[in-house]
């Protein structure tokens, strides 16, 4: 009926606005950022450019600020809730959990030097929060007479709360990834390769 294809249609928009918009702007964050970074750091190296090695550093640094940002923008964000976004999209990039023997013993925000090994959401953790935290800012946004304060708070304790919430079950999932990976490279050439080729497509 109608009511099916209202819901549809919305349906539609919201994942183009996030899985298409969203997703292909952080693309363009990781790439003139961490991507850049390493392609920086393979030149100095073979040209023998330190400074390079430099500018490397900070554009790698910048990993979760640059998503953040280009997030927001693709999603409309007014600029308060973009500028916040950099923060946010920092700290989920940071954010993850403890791990032991394959299972999350520490619900951690960074690394505390549990036993364990600490493994960061990154790029993926920074995509969920930062559209959690930008469409929410972006419902307080120019809403009050103290917009300066009310949109950078309510945006950086909503990415701050995303990010302690879905960081450490995205550093998780990355890990089973990551040990399915490994595994596959244990099998025939052929059936390596497609494993490893539709996984990391997918991803």
């Known amino acids: 009926g109608k009511g099916d294809f209202v819901v549809k249609e919305k ?25 850049i970074g390493t392609i920086f750091d393979t030149v100095a190296t073979y040209a023998n450019l330190p400074f390079l090695a430099t500018v490397a550093s900070y554009a790698k640094a910048a990993t979760g600020m640059a998503i953040g940002v280009a997030i927001a923008h693709a999603l409309g964000a007014h600029p308060l809730v973009m500028f916040s976004a950099a ?20 619900w951690a925000a960074t690394a505390k ?9 990154g790029p993926a953790g920074a ?8 469409e929410i800012g972006q419902v307080v946004s120019k809403k009050t007479k103290v917009d300066i304060l009310v949109t950078p708070v309510v945006t950086l304790l909503v990415g701050f709360f995303a990010s302690w919430a879905l960081c450490p079950i995205v550093s998780y999932i990355m890990y089973y990834l990551g040990v399915f990976i490994a595994t596959a490279t244990t099998f025939a050439p052929l059936v390596m390769g497609i494993i490893v080729s539709v996984v990391v497509g997918v991803i």
């Open 127 to 134: 995509f969920f929060a930062v559209i959690i935290a930008a």
């Open 11 to 35: 349906l539609k928009k919201y994942l183009h606005r996030y899985f298409i918009d969203a997703m292909g702007a952080m693309a363009l964050g990781l790439f003139a950022s961490l991507l």
């Open 113 to 121: 030097g549990e036993q364990g090994v600490f493994y960061s959401a």
């Open 87 to 106: 923060a946010v999209g920092a700290m989920a990039n940071a954010m993850g959990a403890v791990m032991l023997d394959g299972a999350i013993i520490s």
